[in-house]
Every structure is written in C-alpha cells, then in structure tokens.
C-alpha cells in the first residue's frame, strides 16, 4: 500500500515554466510545512470498500419496502424529516466542491490523493441521501414536502440557515472555509452528534434506513478527520499562520455549534416519541460526543504546539445548551413559524412534558405553558394561528452571521455595520462579522476572507407581504391549492382540522430588521433594551 501511495505522489509535478494559476486564494502560508499523508487510502482499496458498503444500503432500502418499514415509523419523526432531509444534502455536496480549494491551496502532493478521495465520499454521501429522501417520498403516507424538499430548502426559513452553514464549506479563505470550517470543527466535532446520536434516536422511532445510510456516511468520515488534521498540522509549522488559526477555530467552532445544535438538538428532543426516563437527551450525547471526545481528546492535545484553544466558547455552548435553552428555543420558534414550513408538527403531550422536566429541570415554567397553547390553537376555527395569537411570545430578530434567531434575548448583540443596523445572537457571531470576515485582521491583510452581505434575512425578503402570499408563492400548498402542507398537528382525515390559505389572509408580516432600520435612534434603543430583557420562552419584557 505505501509502495503503491508513493507512486501515485511521484506522478503529481508542479510546471516549472510557468506559475500556476491560483483559483482559490488563501492567506495561509505553507512554505515550511512537512508534506505526509498519514492515512495512505489509494483508489485500488477505495472503491471496493465503498461498493461494499453501497450494497448495504440499498440492500436495507429493498428490505424496508418489503418490510413495510414506513407505516411503523413515528410520524412525528417523519415529518421532521421533511426539513432535515432537504438541508443535509447541500452540505455534503458542497464538502465535495471544497476540495478542489484545498487541493488548489495546499502544495501537498500527497494529501492532494486523500483530498481526491474526500470529494468522492462526499458525492457518494449525498447520492445515498437524496436516495433515502425519495424512498421516503414514495411509500410515507404524507410525501407532501418530500416532493418539494429542493425548492423549499431555498426558499425557506430554516432552509437559509442550512445554506449559510454548507456555503462556509466553499466561501471567503480556501484554508478558513474548506479545512478548519468544514473537516477540523464540523467533522471532526459535529458529525458525532449528527451521524451517531441522530441514528439512535432514528431506530428508536421505528426508522433503521437512516442509520443505515448514516453510519455507512460517518465510517468515511475518519478519512476526511486525517485530511483535516494533516493541514492543520502543516499550518502549524510556519508562525505566521497561528493567529489566523486561532481565529478560525473561534469562528468556525461557534457557527457550528449555532447552526448544528439548533438542528439537530430539535429533531432529536422534539421529534421523538421514545420518552423512556433512561434514554439520554440531547445535552448528554453533546457532552459524551462532543465535549468528551472531541473537545478533550482531539482539541485541547493541540495546546502542545502551542495554539490557543477557544476553551471559552465550548463551555458557553455547554452553557447555552443546558442553562440556557438553546434547543428548547430553537423548537418554540420552529413550532412557532408553522405556517411558512413545509412540514407538519406534532403538540407536545404530558409525556413530553414530564420527560422534558425530568432531563431539563425547570422547563415546564419557561415553554411549558407555551405548548399548551400550541395544543389549544392546533385546530382552524375562531381564532389565528399561535404565531398572530396574544400567548406572550415576541418575534425573534434573527442573527446576521449564523442565521439562527436571537433567541436567548439578553445575549443579543446590535451594531451598525455598513450602514446598516444588524443584529447578532451573540458577541461571537458580531466578532465574525465586524472583525474576522474583513479585509484586515489584526492589523494584518486578509484579502481573502470573505464577506457577509447581501440579502441575508427571509424575514427581510417578504417583509410586509401578507402571510397567505407568502405561503402561496413558496409553494407550501397541497394538491387542492388551498390547504397548507404545514399543519401545527399530524391530524390529515378530517378537512376540517386542516388550516388554509383563507386563515392567512389580511395579516402582513413585518421584518424586524426593517423594523428596526426604520425606528429613531431613542426608539430603536427603548426598542433593544425591552428585547433583550424579554425571555425566557419568548416572553415579552414584564412592564411595570
């Protein structure tokens, strides 16, 4: 095997009568770095491994029509399979168009093999997804928002957060986006709460085909976890690189941790039904998978070479997930913006409850409530939905670097930036975008780095449009042109239980952000200093 490696590197040559084009810029430097590859896969061994574990796959897929596997899963995680189902294809796809920048920025022949190989994995990784999303979409007996999972995942607004995260894979820095981002923090860290605790959860609920396609995903993942720490370990080398390293590791372990948390926390928490009083929660497989052996065992090994290690964001994530919330929010504001998903949720039960105040204590007094309104306006007839009902719960302002709402109040960050007023859940997603994601950092030139602009917001892109307009032009309708996909219950046989576009009409929606552009300078701090001492559960600030 080394033999056969070996040669393979001898075939790679740099022209020495003329400079190679660059594609993918970085600032990292990597003149003095060693050139090994540690794992040595070549493609002779490569391909009949993956065959073998292709023919797995579609095996279980054959032996779950025959089995009839899709009338016994839960329904409740079904449905949440909508969402995730349209969002982690992206990703893995776009894993795959990072590696040609990691090959064009890094002069290592040998790794350049491992690359290779990683951007196959990854084509192969969505393949087998997309594969699982379409079965899915044939034999559950709702495939509606399966058949429309590519064009709600861009339209949508959980679906920006999705983009957000797998275009950090391919943006701004090559070494930044397709490295520390993508292999050294996602998955190397956040592939274990992804691929291993989200399986388990899945058999639980009666679903074996996503453990199957997803542990054949995370066994490839050891290869992309030697790749990623094999460029680390060349940027050590050289001292120039450490301050960028450092503020990398900062940027791209929070972003993960927003985007990854927030997702995965709410389908496992909220859409199981296995509510046995010995089935960990979402805090402690973080704590087992992540924080154990991760953090401890690949992250902080790497303070020998002297890197500073952000030991304070990974306990304030811990601080966040636990103390804080952060999952339990994150569903309230999913189960509250029902109307625009593409998928339908299920109310919470005295299970629910009793399980959530047994693994959170203190839950019940901040969403408990909450949920019982959910449960109470589940149904059409008299009233609005929960989102345009008095149940004491305010519109979240969303974060302008991770996307995911600012949804623990008294953590939101405001700042005015390129002429614009944005807002940021926490000092570390407004560090990323005032300070990392710029031109210069720390008085050294990052050309670069890329830049968080545009039209970031959905809330911004359908501002004051009428609720039924934008479900209409989403595309969120059934077949019968006016009963929503999305149903905050799993009810379908009675049409009367089923909300329509008629219920959305005459109510706009208005942006915060636009909103807050738009308000004086004494209205817009009255306005800020009453958000952030709202919460928790959404609530709005105690006047008097």
């Not at 040669?7 to 993918?24: D, G, H, V, Y």
Request: glycine residues 6%.
């Amino acid at each position: 095997m080394s033999k056969a490696h070996k040669k393979i590197s001898e075939l790679s040559w740099e022209p020495t009568f003329a400079t190679p084009a660059t594609r993918f810029g970085t600032d990292y430097n990597f003149t003095k770095s060693p050139k090994k590859d540690p794992l040595k896969q070549i493609l002779r061994s490569y391909f009949p491994m993956e065959e073998e574990k292709d023919n797995r796959v579609y095996g279980a897929m054959d032996g779950a029509i025959r089995g009839n596997m899709f009338r016994q899963v839960q329904e409740r995680w079904m449905e949440w399979q909508k969402l995730f189902l349209s969002i982690i294809p992206f990703p893995e796809i776009s894993a795959a168009r990072a590696m040609p920048m990691a090959i064009d920025a890094v002069p290592n022949p040998d790794l350049h093999n491992g690359l290779a190989v990683q951007m196959i994995d990854e084509v192969r990784h969505s393949t087998i997804q997309m594969n699982l999303k379409k079965l899915y979409m044939n034999h559950y007996i709702d495939p509606a928002g399966f058949d429309i999972s590519e064009k709600a995942f861009a339209n949508n607004y959980a679906g920006t957060i999705g983009r957000q995260f797998g275009e950090g894979f391919i943006t701004g820095d090559a070494i930044t986006a397709a490295n520390i981002y993508l292999t050294v923090v996602a998955e190397t860290a956040f592939t274990n709460t992804l691929f291993v605790a989200m399986p388990a959860e899945a058999a639980a609920n009666g679903d074996y085909l996503l453990p199957t396609v997803f542990h054949s995903v995370q066994s490839d993942e050891s290869r992309h976890i030697s790749n990623g720490y094999s460029i680390l370990l060349m940027a050590l080398a050289d001292e120039d690189n450490r301050v960028l390293l450092e503020r990398d590791l900062r940027y791209a372990w929070w972003n993960n941790h927003c985007v990854v948390d927030a997702a995965i926390g709410t389908f496992i928490e909220y859409g199981t039904k296995d509510r046995r009083k010995d089935r960990d929660s979402y805090a402690e497989m973080w704590r087992r998978w992540i924080y154990d052996d991760y953090y401890r065992s690949y992250l902080l090994p790497l303070e020998k070479y002297g890197l500073k290690i952000p030991h304070d964001l990974v306990e304030e994530a811990w601080n966040r997930i636990v103390n804080k919330g952060y999952v339990h929010e994150v569903a309230q504001f999913f189960a509250t913006g029902w109307p625009v998903n593409y998928w339908r949720i299920d109310p919470m039960t005295d299970q629910d409850f009793e399980w959530f105040e047994e693994k959170y204590p203190g839950w019940y007094s901040k969403y408990g409530k909450w949920w019982e309104n959910y449960n109470r306006l589940r149904y059409p007839g008299g009233h609005k939905a929960i989102a345009f009902e008095d149940v004491d719960y305010q519109y979240p302002h969303r974060c302008w670097t991770c996307m995911v709402p600012c949804l623990i109040r008294e953590d939101m960050v405001t700042e005015k930036v390129d002429g614009q007023w944005r807002t940021y859940c926490s000092e570390t997603c407004a560090w990323t975008d005032i300070k990392a994601f710029r031109p210069e950092y720390e008085g050294r030139p990052t050309p670069n780095m890329g830049r968080l602009t545009g039209d970031r917001e959905w809330e911004t892109l359908n501002h004051n449009e009428e609720v039924s307009h934008i479900i209409k032009k989403l595309g969120y309708v059934r077949d019968d042109g006016k009963t929503l996909i999305a149903q905050p219950h799993l009810d379908l046989d009675d049409p009367k239980k089923l909300w329509t576009l008629d219920d959305f009409k005459g109510i706009p929606f208005p942006s915060p952000n636009v909103t807050l552009n738009e308000m004086s300078d004494s209205e817009r701090e009255a306005h800020i200093a009453a958000y952030k001492a709202g919460g928790p559960g959404g609530r709005f600030a105690a006047t008097g």
